[in-house]
Structure formats: C-alpha cells, structure tokens
C-alpha cells in the first residue's frame, strides 16, 4: 500500500497501486513526471497540448512515447474501474473474502481481473440434473434408485444442505432424477470421445470463436484510438488557418471534435472570419478548457481574413462579462478584443502572451515584425548572447517557457513542422549537370544569399541561382534564407562555364 504523502494521484481509486507509478515502471520515466502526466491527462489536457505547452513538467517526454503513456493510462483507468465493479458485486453476492479482495485490488490488467473473478461468477442456467448435482443430489440418487418410497427428504435436506424449492422438485420429480442424472453422466464420456474426431459447432468451438471476436473487437478498439490520437498530433502539430480550415480539419485539432468544429463553421458562416484567437471563446460550447487545449494550434492568417458575400470584417462587439459603468471603457475592452494580434500567426499560446510581450520588448524588437528576416535573425542572436534562467528570473516565468518563447519567435508565420519529411532533398533521376534541360524542376537546399540572388545545391555538380527578379511567388516577392528547402524551375544551363541559372517554384521551410 503507497503512502498517502507520496501517492499524490491516488484519489482512492481503491487499488493497492497508483497509475503514475505503474506508468513510471512500465515506460522508465521519473514518477513526479508521469504523476504530472497522469494529472494533467485526468483534467482532460491533450497530448498535443502537453507535449507542447507543458513539457517542463513531464521532463520532455517525446510525443511518440506521450502517446503511448496516454493509451496506456486509459488502460489502467479501465481496470481500475473493472475491479471496483467486480469487488462490489462479489460484496453483494456475498462472496469477497479478504484474500480474492487482496488479489483485486492488486491487479493491473484486464486478464488478472478476469482471472480472479472466473470461477466466482454465478452460474448460467444449467440443467436440473446440473443443477442437481450441483446441490449435492448424486449422492442421494443411489437411495433413489434403491428405494424411492422410504427417502426421508427432510433428513437429506439437512444433511446437503438444500432449499425448500429443490426439495419440492426433488419429490415431484424423484422418479425421473435417476435417469436424468445417468444421462448426465454419460454426457462427458461422449463428448470426451467426441473431441478426438474433427471438431463440429460444439460448445467449445463456439467458445472458442466468441473469445477470438471479442479479442479481435478488442484489438479494433485500441487501433482507432491510436489512429485518432495520431491523427489530431498531426493536425495539431502542424496547425489550421482558422478562417479556411474544414470541418474535418478541424474536429482533429486538439481540444476540438465533431461538434465543435460544426459550432465554428456556423459562426463564419453568420459572423464572418475570425479576426483574432479571443473571438473562438464566443462561439457556443467553446469554454475556457476548450480554448486552453486549442488556442496554440489554430492560428489568423491576415490574408485569410475575407468577409463572406455582403458582411464586414468588423465582427460584432464582444459583451463584457460584467456592465460596467464607463460605458467608453468598456468601448476600448470591445476594440482592443477584435484588434489583429501578430502573436496569433505564432505557435505561442495565448497565456504566454504578456512574457512574450515583455521579451520581445525587452529584446527592443516590435511585435508587428513577428516572422521576419530580421526579427528571427535577431532574436536567434539575442538567444546566443543571453543565458535563459537569468531572462526566467527577470520575466518572472519558468525556464522551460522562456525556451518555448524563443522557439516559436525563430519560426516564420508559414513554419510548418512537416516540411523536413516532405520530399527527399534532390531529385534522384538527376546526378549530373549534363543531364539538366530548361524546364525541369529540381530540389535543393539554399546555401548562399546574397543582395542579387540566393544559392542553391540542386544536388549536381553547378550550383543554381535564383536572381532577385526571379524569386517570386504569387506575383510577390519572396525572401529566401539560408537552409530553405526549395523546388526551382531551370531557365538557362552551361556546362562549359558552369553556370544554373533557376526560378523559384516552390519554398518550403529550414530543415530543423
């Protein structure tokens, strides 16, 4: 039995074992980690959202084995509860004894509970000769069958210890139990003979087949919800356009689901875009917890933000919480809500936003240039010169935070984490400059830029540039840096003087 000093996740769950105990084992992690974990799954936080946002306090678990931990803890919570089922119905049934109780509350799988409760659940309903024998009869048939008249049913009641409606039976049937219990003995020999031929669609097999559908129903089970919960880190980890991203899309964000996601499109559809994260707290069943798991992972994009046919993208003034009585207060409180935040593009979560503030502030940088050049060029340079427990203590926030801070403020707007795993970084069917013809389309990595153009190793033996005239992509110009991973359009080969001239075609992002 744990200490309640140190069990801490216990909440007399009515086990002899906590699960961040049984956790810690199993997957050798620090306990005060996977008791952090197994609290913050219980308050209903996602793994996207803890992996992300709450990594300091599970000693950054990856999420590949976060996920894992979270099947596995639903697991025991299923025992947990299968085993309180299973001691209060042996209570009532008047069969726990402090031994089986021990075994239970002992138990950490589903086999171990069935093990111990299979041969206490009540029985079906059998036969009268079962029945029979099983309250003690076949030692009464032999004086049955020797004399049927003389039985004294009262002193055999007695002796076997039967109820008033057995005995009833038994008299009203007594001429019959002697060939009824015959029969039944003969039954095992001839499914013992029975057994060493094929076997048909008898009992066994048909037990058999039961155990192997559940088992497979079982194993279907576990499958979509690991699918499911690798389907909403991929969505979440990547993140959504708040203004274009589909229903579908969106029921995979972390903290989301089918109905909400069906809330939010109904709000664009009567209100117009979203012009900032604040505004998903007015939309109907989108409370605090909600918007605590999937803030982080939704974002506005300006140039995503197209009012619908004949509304305006001035949507309609948040009511404050309480009336106050200057009403040009509360005015202010209305505009500053619905005001564009460059914050929302970012990764950061909207708790974090006032250390973000002060940090950008403190870096003397304007939250506006967020995802530029120049800013992330900065604030990387800033990160190098600075050590982060010092700027903890200054910002009066955790360590672990200001680490994320500085993560998410070296990322463009567009980052996108899968961008590395896309594509492979050449084009394998191109080894040599000889073989490169005007048209083709390569992939490279930009080594070089330069006031005139960009570098970039397209995988041969001539490096390609991309000339500032030609770095251009939806009729804008676009800034390349160093390790982007592009695709590029050949405009002019020379072998002989060892010149690739190329356009841009495609930007991905740096590889990590």
């Given at each position: 039995?744990?200490?309640?000093?140190?069990?801490?996740?216990?909440?007399?769950?009515?086990?002899?074992?906590?699960?961040?105990?049984?956790?810690?084992?199993?997957?050798?992690?620090?306990?005060?980690?996977?008791?952090?974990?197994?609290?913050?799954?219980?308050?209903?936080?996602?793994?996207?959202?803890?992996?992300?946002?709450?990594?300091?306090?599970?000693n950054?678990?990856?999420?590949?084995?976060?996920?894992?931990?979270?099947?596995?803890n639903?697991?025991?919570?299923?025992?947990?509860?299968?085993?309180?089922?299973?001691?209060?119905?042996?209570e009532?049934?008047?069969?726990?004894?402090?031994?089986?109780?021990?075994?239970?509350?002992?138990?950490?799988?589903?086999?171990?509970?069935?093990?111990?409760?299979?041969?206490?659940?009540?029985?079906?309903?059998?036969?009268?000769?079962?029945?029979?024998?099983?309250?003690?009869?076949?030692?009464?048939?032999?004086?049955?069958?020797?004399?049927v008249?003389?039985?004294d049913?009262?002193?055999?009641?007695?002796?076997?210890?039967?109820?008033?409606?057995?005995?009833?039976?038994?008299?009203?049937?007594?001429?019959?139990?002697?060939?009824?219990?015959?029969?039944?003995?003969?039954?095992?020999?001839?499914?013992?003979?029975?057994?060493?031929?094929?076997?048909?669609?008898?009992?066994?097999?048909?037990?058999?087949?039961?155990?192997?559908?559940?088992?497979?129903?079982?194993?279907?089970?576990?499958?979509?919800?690991?699918?499911?919960?690798?389907?909403?880190?991929?969505?979440?980890?990547?993140?959504?356009?708040?203004?274009?991203?589909?229903?579908?899309?969106?029921?995979?964000?972390?903290?989301?689901?089918?109905?909400?996601?069906?809330?939010?499109?109904?709000?664009?559809?009567?209100?117009?875009?979203?012009?900032?994260?604040?505004?998903?707290?007015?939309?109907?069943?989108?409370?605090?917890?909600?918007?605590?798991?999937?803030?982080?992972?939704?974002?506005?994009?300006?140039e995503?933000?197209?009012?619908?046919?004949?509304?305006?993208?001035?949507?309609?003034?948040?009511?404050?919480?309480?009336?106050?009585?200057?009403?040009?207060?509360?005015?202010?409180?209305?505009?500053?809500?619905?005001?564009?935040?460059?914050?929302?593009?970012?990764?950061?979560?909207?708790?974090?936003?006032?250390?973000?503030?002060?940090?950008?502030?403190?870096?003397?940088?304007?939250?506006?240039?967020?995802?530029?050049?120049?800013?992330?060029?900065?604030?990387?340079?800033?990160?190098?010169?600075?050590?982060?427990?010092?700027?903890?203590?200054?910002?009066?926030?955790?360590?672990?935070?200001?680490?994320?801070?500085?993560?998410?403020?070296?990322?463009?707007?567009?980052?996108?984490?899968?961008?590395?795993?896309?594509?492979?970084?050449?084009?394998?069917?191109?080894?040599?400059?000889e073989?490169?013809?005007?048209?083709?389309?390569?992939?490279?990595?930009?080594?070089?830029?330069?006031?005139?153009?960009?570098?970039?190793d397209c995988g041969?033996s001539?490096?390609g540039?991309?000339?500032?005239?030609?770095?251009?992509?939806?009729?804008?110009?676009?800034?390349?840096?160093?390790?982007?991973?592009?695709?590029?359009?050949?405009?002019?080969?020379?072998?002989?003087?060892?010149?690739?001239?190329?356009?841009?075609?495609?930007?991905?992002?740096?590889?990590?």
């Open positions: 039995m744990f200490d309640q000093d140190e069990d801490r996740n216990r909440e007399n769950e009515g086990v002899r074992w906590d699960r961040g105990q049984v956790l810690s084992q199993m997957f050798a992690e620090p306990v005060w980690a996977v008791r952090n974990l197994v609290s913050l799954l219980d308050s209903e936080c996602s793994v996207p959202f803890i992996s992300r946002y709450r990594r300091e306090k599970i950054e678990i990856e999420p590949d084995k976060l996920r894992r931990m979270s099947l596995a639903e697991e025991l919570k299923g025992v947990v509860k299968k085993a309180t089922a299973v001691l209060v119905k042996l009532k049934e008047e069969k726990l004894t402090p031994e089986i109780q021990a075994a239970l509350e002992s138990a950490q799988s589903m086999d171990e509970i069935e093990e111990i409760f299979a041969p206490l659940k009540s029985a079906s309903k059998k036969s009268f000769a079962e029945r029979a024998r099983q309250n003690g009869l076949e030692a009464l048939v032999g004086e049955i069958e020797r004399n008249e003389v039985v049913f009262a002193a055999f009641a007695e002796k076997f210890k039967l109820d008033g409606d057995i005995v009833s039976h038994l008299k009203a049937l007594c001429h019959e139990l002697p060939v009824l219990l015959k029969c039944s003995r003969a039954a095992p020999k001839a499914s013992t003979a029975d057994s060493k031929k094929e076997p048909s669609r008898g009992d066994k097999e048909h037990g058999r087949g039961q155990d192997s559908d559940r088992e497979a129903m079982k194993f279907e089970k576990k499958l979509e919800k690991a699918l499911n919960c690798v389907a909403e880190e991929c969505v979440s980890f990547v993140g959504v356009d708040l203004n274009v991203a589909d229903e579908l899309l969106l029921q995979r964000v972390s903290g989301l689901g089918p109905a909400k996601a069906k809330k939010i499109l109904e709000w664009r559809r009567q209100k117009g875009p979203f012009i900032n994260r604040q505004q998903l707290r007015l939309v109907k069943d989108i409370g605090a917890k909600t918007f605590e798991q999937c803030a982080g992972f939704i974002k506005i994009n300006p995503t933000i197209v009012p619908n046919q004949g509304q305006n993208t001035a949507a309609e003034p948040v009511e404050p919480a309480q009336k106050t009585a200057k009403k040009p207060r509360a005015k202010k409180q209305k505009t500053e809500a619905y005001a564009l935040d460059p914050l929302d593009q970012t990764h950061v979560h909207p708790e974090s936003y006032d250390v973000c503030r002060r940090l950008i502030a403190r870096m003397k940088l304007d939250v506006n240039s967020v995802g530029k050049r120049d800013f992330i060029q900065q604030v990387s340079q800033y990160r190098k010169e600075h050590r982060l427990e010092q700027l903890a203590d200054a910002l009066e926030t955790e360590v672990a935070v200001v680490r994320s801070l500085f993560e998410f403020l070296q990322q463009r707007t567009d980052f996108d984490y899968r961008s590395a795993f896309q594509m492979p970084l050449f084009r394998r069917d191109i080894r040599r400059a073989d490169l013809r005007v048209g083709d389309l390569l992939t490279g990595q930009v080594e070089n830029v330069t006031d005139f153009g960009a570098f970039v041969v001539i490096t540039l991309i000339h500032t005239s030609k770095m251009r992509l939806a009729g804008r110009q676009v800034d390349l840096e160093i390790g982007d991973r592009v695709v590029v359009k050949v405009e002019r080969v020379d072998v002989g003087r060892q010149r690739l001239a190329v356009s841009l075609s495609q930007r991905c992002q740096p590889v990590p």
